[in-house]
C-alpha cells in the first residue's frame, strides 16, 4: 500500500532533469514552473506527477486521490491484479498512465513504527499510477502491487515501482501494460523511525 510519501530538493531537479533530457521545449513550458518544497504528500494534496504529452514528457500537478462511492471516502491506492477489471481504474490504466515521483515512501508495521522505503544511490523512485478527471480536477492514484522481500518484514502491498528507463514505455506503450502490471518491483532500501502515529483506515483495490 502506499498511503503517505515524500518529496524533496533532489526530487525536483531530478524530474525537471529527467523532462530536460527528454523534450528541451517542454520542460521550459511545464517543468520550470514547478516549485517544490520538501515535504510529506498526504491523500487529497496537490502533487506533481509526469505524464506523456506529444513525444515527450510533461509535468503535471494533480490531487492524489479518487473520490469514494459514498462520498466521504478517498480511495489512493489500485491494485494492479484487478485494475483492469474495475470501471473505475480501466480506462485510466488503459489511456491515461501517470508516474509519480518521490524520494521514497513510508509505511508502519504492527508497532506503529514509521518505515521509509526508497531506492539506495537514486534521488528519485518512480511509481506507476493512472488518473481521471473528476468536475474541473485531474486527479490520481498510485498503483500497488504484491510485496516483494524487502518489503514483506512490514507490510504484504507496495507500490509499483517503475525503472527510470520504464517511464517512457509505461506511459506510452499500450501493449505493455499487462506486462507491467504483473512486474515484480526491485529491492527496496529501508530504515526505521520510531513516530507513533495513528494509521486511517485505507481502502485497496
Same mark, same amino acid.
Given at each position: 500500500m502506499?498511503?503517505? @510519501?515524500?518529496?524533496d530538493?533532489?526530487?525536483?531537479?531530478?524530474?525537471?532533469?529527467?523532462?530536460?533530457?527528454?523534450?528541451?521545449?517542454?520542460?521550459?513550458?511545464?517543468?520550470?514552473?514547478?516549485h517544490?518544497?520538501?515535504?510529506?504528500?498526504?491523500?487529497?494534496?496537490? *502533487? &506533481?506527477?509526469?505524464? *506523456?504529452?506529444?513525444?515527450?514528457?510533461?509535468?503535471?500537478? #494533480?490531487?492524489?486521490?479518487?473520490?469514494?462511492?459514498?462520498g466521504? #471516502?478517498?480511495?489512493?491506492?489500485? %491494485?494492479?491484479?484487478?485494475?483492469?477489471?474495475?470501471r473505475?481504474? %480501466?480506462?485510466?490504466?488503459?489511456?491515461?498512465?501517470?508516474?509519480?515521483?518521490?524520494?521514497?515512501? @513510508?509505511?508502519?508495521?504492527?508497532?506503529?513504527?514509521?518505515?521509509?522505503f @526508497? %531506492?539506495?544511490?537514486?534521488?528519485?523512485?518512480?511509481? *506507476?499510477?493512472?488518473?481521471?478527471?473528476?468536475?474541473?480536477?485531474? %486527479?490520481f492514484?498510485?498503483?500497488?502491487? *504484491?510485496?516483494?522481500?524487502?518489503?514483506?518484514?512490514?507490510?504484504?502491498?507496495? &507500490?509499483?515501482?517503475?525503472?527510470?528507463?520504464?517511464?517512457?514505455?509505461?506511459?506510452?506503450e499500450?501493449?505493455?501494460?499487462?506486462?507491467?502490471? #504483473?512486474?515484480?518491483?526491485?529491492?527496496?532500501?529501508?530504515?526505521?523511525?520510531?513516530?507513533?502515529?495513528?494509521?486511517?483506515?485505507?481502502?485497496?483495490?
Amino acid at each position: 500500500m502506499c498511503g503517505r @510519501y515524500y518529496v524533496d530538493d533532489d526530487t525536483a531537479r531530478e524530474i525537471e532533469k529527467l523532462v530536460r533530457q527528454v523534450d528541451e521545449k517542454m520542460r521550459q513550458t511545464s517543468a520550470a514552473g514547478i516549485h517544490l518544497q520538501a515535504k510529506d504528500i498526504h491523500p487529497s494534496e496537490l *502533487a &506533481p506527477v509526469i505524464t *506523456a504529452e506529444g513525444d515527450g514528457l510533461c509535468c503535471r500537478w #494533480q490531487k492524489w486521490g479518487f473520490p469514494g462511492f459514498s462520498g466521504k #471516502q478517498l480511495i489512493f491506492n489500485a %491494485r494492479c491484479e484487478s485494475a483492469l477489471e474495475k470501471r473505475m481504474f %480501466r480506462e485510466g490504466v488503459e489511456s491515461r498512465r501517470i508516474v509519480v515521483p518521490a524520494a521514497g515512501f @513510508y509505511e508502519w508495521n504492527k508497532n506503529k513504527e514509521k518505515n521509509i522505503f @526508497y %531506492r539506495k544511490g537514486q534521488p528519485v523512485l518512480f511509481m *506507476a499510477g493512472l488518473y481521471n478527471r473528476y468536475q474541473d480536477e485531474d %486527479r490520481f492514484v498510485i498503483l500497488t502491487t *504484491a510485496a516483494n522481500d524487502s518489503m514483506k518484514p512490514v507490510h504484504d502491498r507496495m &507500490p509499483l515501482v517503475l525503472e527510470r528507463d520504464e517511464i517512457y514505455k509505461w506511459l506510452n506503450e499500450d501493449q505493455m501494460v499487462e506486462t507491467f502490471l #504483473q512486474k515484480m518491483p526491485a529491492l527496496l532500501e529501508r530504515r526505521v523511525e520510531f513516530e507513533q502515529i495513528s494509521i486511517a483506515e485505507s481502502r485497496l483495490f
